[in-house]
């Protein structure tokens, strides 16, 4: 009988334990300001800018056709369609920044999105977007990074179906 107290508390003392460390990353990964969170942030703006290339499709062109770096990765209309009509593509692409989805989903949605490839409402991104499946610690970086961004207020939008308007 006492083995059982005992094995008993014990599983509730490394259950607290284990929620007590989860809360803790937790509150490490809302704050923005520590120098290592600066390191990230410029992590994050290599990974989208030079490595994913996410302003090919979510930031707006100029009248020359070149990224308008004033409303960087802030959602516009994309030019690629599939090579067969479907309805599952989008037409558009979102605002990812703090002004769109990155200030609309919280820091663990959006990581959870970037390593599993499933967003917080449970589906995988409308194609063209790919599903990215980034190792934990690029996922916080990219995060950062967007949330770092300003954007437009209110433009957190999802991306269109071609033919659902939602």
Request: proline residues 7%.
């Amino acid at each position: 009988m006492r083995f059982k107290y005992l094995t008993v508390g014990i599983a509730i003392l490394v259950a607290v334990g284990i929620w007590q460390v989860r809360a803790d990353q937790e509150s490490e990964a809302q704050k923005g300001s520590t120098p290592a969170a600066s390191d990230l942030i410029k992590h994050g703006e290599y990974l989208v800018s030079r490595v994913a290339h996410c302003g090919d499709c979510h930031t707006p062109r100029d009248t020359r056709g070149d990224p308008d770096r004033s409303r960087l990765l802030q959602g516009t209309a994309l030019g690629i369609v599939p090579k067969q009509k479907t309805e599952h593509w989008a037409d558009k692409s979102p605002d990812i920044t703090g002004g769109g989805l990155a200030g609309e989903w919280s820091e663990v949605e959006m990581i959870k999105f970037f390593t599993t490839g499933v967003n917080p409402h449970g589906e995988e991104p409308t194609p063209p977007m790919p599903v990215f499946r980034l190792h934990g610690s690029d996922a916080r970086a990219v995060t950062l990074y967007l949330k770092s961004l300003p954007g437009k207020k209110g433009s957190g939008e999802g991306a269109k179906k071609s033919k659902d308007p939602d």
